[in-house]
């Protein structure tokens, strides 16, 4: 970057025109605060280029809303595709008139003293406070394993999939037990191709309990709304995969028990690949029993807080809980890849993709460093992150209490910020010579 | 869990466990340990093992005493029987190291203990070791652990015990996981 360069100044920069950006940009034109909006492709870049074709949100249509704006149509109980909700974003895009500058790739950010130079394929902008709203699924997290797998396997990522007929015939190795690894096992499966499914830790939950999307229990029960404080290792909640669910028209459970009766082959975490064969953990029952556990501990506080509430007429009587997970009495622990697979797809999780900010804001995976979204630099904040404030936040109907409290913290910087300005200009004119700093380091504004 | 007032004690030091988490957090170069074994030849297939220091926490560390295991094969095998087998000092790993994560679990989510008794089997087809069959492993074909747990919480709670004792036990993971080995060798000089 060169300083010396023209650059657009504005008071603030986000960086992202999906749900996070645009939550943050209608809140900043609420409080008359000058803003752009950059974003790479155009509104909801991702939803429109980086997801398989099956793919619908994993929570229900009633769920889906952003402040000023909620779902209105005729399905509250479905499940929105990617194309549904690209035109929900860009329907909220319109109504707010967001300042967007679409085509707009930030190739860079740095610290300017008293704000930020960011750079764009489309020129410069100067601001004083940066907003990083790119999503939680930059990019995809593949294992050390894949250098290992022989070439003659194709291998895929999560992002490069879009449906089953982009995979040579044969034999297909999903590795990875979240929402996406369960989806592409089971659509590929149908696809007439033998799937095995790696299973490692994972999170098991039905579709429908007692009557109401599991969403709902988990919304209305207070869960999505838990904060920082309520979790006792925050590292680890951020690192969760998702849980075990697909949106369908049928409201069905996807789970292992589901897929293998489909004919999936379940086998362990993918710990190595040695001379050509993928060696598979032995823990695939425990992994199993932790999940059931879990779901079973998950599935009492539901029941516990709607007996807490007296008979609730809005959900069943108490059913009975989603049969444990069935394993084959011997596990698969080898397979020789090229004799049983002819490709291999990694749904081992997505990280954001941080790597145009400066390596000294972020953390070892690559993420920027952050407290409840607010980076270590003033002026600079982070949104849609798993449990970023609330374990709701990488939701899309999360966006809207991170932003409305994040957005007072951005505020308040920018009064402080622009204090320390006439503060400067006013000692400037008067012709303070420099030992005089010291005595105003009082009110100095000090970093967050 | 129990509601009583009398305090859980399991004979574990929590508070010093998680003291040692949070220490080695912010440092760890101290996390890592290495163990160690020393071995002797006695006779036929008798060894004898000795377990004496290992490295961690950033220097060198002794074990209250010297350790000694012998290991040998049984009488069927036209061995003397001088201990276990090899093959069974890992059923002893298995068995303590998880019976040792209960007890730290359990400590830690204020569950009393009464009684926690283990089983361990595992399944070795021997044509592998002898040579007869090629597509026979050496190793186990399967391990199998059965815990009777006598404890102040429902079955749920127990179960959810062995099952955290699992997922953070070193032997369960080295058991279940490929690991990397190297053997060197040096012939001694006459």
């Known amino acids: ?448 | 869990m129990q509601s009583q007032s009398t305090p859980i004690d399991n004979g574990v030091n929590v508070e010093a466990l998680l003291g040692a988490r949070a220490a080695l957090t912010e440092a760890p170069q101290a996390a890592r340990f290495r163990w160690r074994a020393t071995s002797r030849w006695m006779n036929g297939t008798h060894s004898r093992t000795t377990i004496d220091d290992f490295h961690g926490l950033g220097g060198e560390q002794k074990h209250r005493q010297a350790f000694a295991f012998d290991t040998d094969h049984p009488e069927i095998f036209a061995s003397e029987d001088q201990g276990p087998t090899p093959v069974e000092m890992l059923l002893v790993g298995l068995a303590g190291c998880l019976s040792a994560g209960i007890a730290a679990v359990a400590q830690h989510r204020k569950i009393q203990l009464h009684a926690v008794a283990a089983s361990v089997e595992a399944d070795m087809d021997i044509q592998g070791i002898l040579g007869i069959a090629d597509d026979v492993r050496n190793g186990f074909g399967a391990v199998r652990v059965h815990f009777e747990v006598d404890a102040d919480a429902t079955a749920d709670e127990i179960a959810a015990l062995v099952a955290q004792s699992q997922k953070r036990s070193a032997v369960f993971d080295t058991l279940t996981n490929p690991t990397d080995v190297h053997v060197t060798v040096h012939k001694v000089a006459q």
């Open chain 1, 1 to 448: 970057m060169n300083a010396s360069r023209r650059a657009n100044a504005v008071d603030v920069v986000i960086v992202g025109g999906g749900h996070c950006g645009l939550a943050m940009s209608r809140a900043l034109s609420q409080r008359g605060i000058g803003h752009v909006v950059l974003e790479r492709g155009e509104v909801a870049n991702a939803w429109r280029t980086e997801r398989w074709d099956s793919l619908r949100l994993l929570t229900p249509n009633w769920m889906t809303r952003l402040p000023g704006q909620a779902y209105d149509g005729a399905d509250p109980d479905g499940y929105m595709t990617s194309a549904e909700v690209a035109g929900f974003l860009s329907r909220y895009a319109a109504t707010a008139a967001a300042p967007l500058r679409t085509a707009t790739t930030v190739l860079g950010a740095r610290p300017t003293g008293d704000g930020w130079w960011v750079e764009t394929t489309q020129g410069d902008w100067q601001c004083r406070a940066l907003v990083v709203a790119t999503g939680a699924a930059g990019r995809p997290v593949v294992p050390a394993a894949a250098a290992d797998v022989p070439g003659e396997v194709a291998q895929f990522s999560a992002l490069d999939y879009r449906r089953p007929a982009q995979l040579p015939d044969g034999g297909v190795l999903i590795v990875g037990a979240s929402a996406t690894g369960l989806q592409l096992a089971q659509e590929i499966q149908r696809s007439g191709r033998a799937v095995t499914l790696a299973v490692g830790e994972h999170v098991r939950m039905p579709r429908l309990y007692r009557g109401r999307d599991i969403q709902w229990w988990l919304l209305a029960a207070g869960v999505l709304d838990q904060r920082l404080a309520d979790v006792d290792d925050v590292g680890r909640v951020r690192r969760l995969p998702s849980p075990q669910l697909v949106g369908t028209p049928e409201r069905g459970t996807l789970d292992l028990n589901v897929l293998q009766r489909g004919g999936v082959r379940v086998a362990g975490r993918l710990a190595q690949v040695r001379d050509g064969r993928a060696l598979f953990s032995g823990s695939l029952r425990n992994a199993c029993a932790l999940a059931d556990l879990k779901m079973n501990r998950l599935l009492d506080t539901f029941d516990d807080w709607a007996l807490g509430d007296g008979m609730r007429p809005d959900v069943d009587a108490v059913e009975p809980r989603p049969a444990p997970t069935r394993l084959p009495d011997t596990a698969t622990t080898v397979l020789d890849l090229k004799r049983h697979f002819r490709s291999v797809i990694w749904a081992t999780g997505m990280r954001p993709d941080h790597g145009w900010l400066d390596a000294s804001l972020r953390d070892r995976a690559g993420t920027l460093r952050h407290e409840g979204g607010v980076a270590d630099l003033p002026g600079l904040y982070v949104l849609g992150l798993p449990f970023l404030r609330r374990r709701k936040s990488s939701f899309i109907h999360g966006a809207g209490q991170d932003v409305d409290e994040l957005v007072g913290h951005l505020t308040a910087h920018l009064n402080q910020s622009a204090r320390a300005r006439s503060a400067a200009r006013g000692i400037a004119r008067r012709r303070i010579s420099p030992s005089a700093y010291a005595g105003l380091s009082r009110s100095w504004p000090q970093p967050d």
